[in-house]
């Protein structure tokens, strides 16, 4: 694993534990909640619970693997460019041959 990528994925599952924390994203889901019908809000309750539970065994990992896509993809972008750059400019054509 890329320590970048891990250090990318720790502090974004940080930012988001955080906004999830917020009063304000505690206040949407308990409206939510209050707001559906008495025979539905056991059900929503409990799948936010299941959603929650799922986000903190797997998330931190799939941010990571995502992290790494990321910079994987910026990598081969920056390769890619720096070829095309160093063809352009006529460095990476082949020799002249010598004359004997």
Known sequence: MSPL???LARRLW???LKLMRTRGMRRAQTYLIRRAPPERAAKMLANLHRQN???RKIGLKLLTIAMQLL???VIITL???GV???AEI???KPPR???S
């Open 97 to 99: 041959e010598l004359k």
């Open 79 to 81: 390769v890619v460019m």
């Open 53 to 55: 539970r799922l986000a």
């Open 90 to 92: 006529g460095a990476l």
């Open 71 to 73: 910079l994987a993809s």
């Open 5 to 7: 990528a891990e250090w």
């Open 14 to 16: 940080w930012l988001m």
């Open 84 to 86: 095309l750059y160093l």
